[in-house]
C-alpha cells in the first residue's frame, strides 16, 4: 500500500545542478528516516543522505558539501538538492523510507521507490 515516487532526474552538464523530489502514499502512520541512494548497472547501491524525522541529516563524503536533502512531512515529500554536479554523479538515484506502518507496529518497514536517472555529462 506504501508506495515511493521519485522525480527529478535528467541529463546536466558538469557543474550544474538538479533537484530530486520523494513523494510517499498510501496509508501509514509516521515516516521516520528517509534516505537517497544511487546504483549504476553492475554495481552496489550506496548512500547519499539520510534524514531523520527530527530533520537531523547525514552525507555520504562524496556529496557532503554538494548534495542537501530536506522534508517536508506534510506534503509526505523528500527532496535532494544537487549542486555542482560532477560525471561520478551519473546513477540511478533511489529514494528510501523507514516508516511506521500502524499506531501498534513497534518494527518500522523500509520501502524503496523505483528511481529516476541522472546523467552529468559535456
Known amino acids: 500500500q506504501v508506495q515511493l515516487v521519485e522525480s527529478g532526474g535528467g541529463l546536466v552538464q558538469p557543474g550544474e545542478s538538479l533537484r530530486l523530489s520523494c513523494a510517499v502514499s498510501?496509508?501509514?502512520?509516521?515516516?521516520?528516516?528517509m534516505g537517497w541512494y544511487r546504483q549504476t548497472p553492475g554495481k552496489q547501491r550506496e548512500l547519499v543522505a539520510t534524514i531523520t524525522s527530527d530533520g537531523n541529516m547525514n552525507y555520504a563524503d562524496s556529496v557532503k558539501g554538494r548534495f542537501t536533502i530536506s522534508r517536508d512531512n506534510a506534503k509526505r515529500m523528500a527532496y535532494l538538492q544537487m549542486n555542482s554536479l560532477k560525471p561520478e554523479d551519473t546513477a540511478v538515484y533511489y529514494c528510501n523510507a523507514d516508516i511506521r506502518v500502524t499506531w501498534s507496529s513497534r518494527i518500522s518497514d523500509n520501502y524503496w521507490g523505483r528511481g529516476t536517472q541522472v546523467t552529468v555529462s559535456s
Open positions: 498510501g496509508r501509514f502512520f509516521s515516516i521516520n528516516t
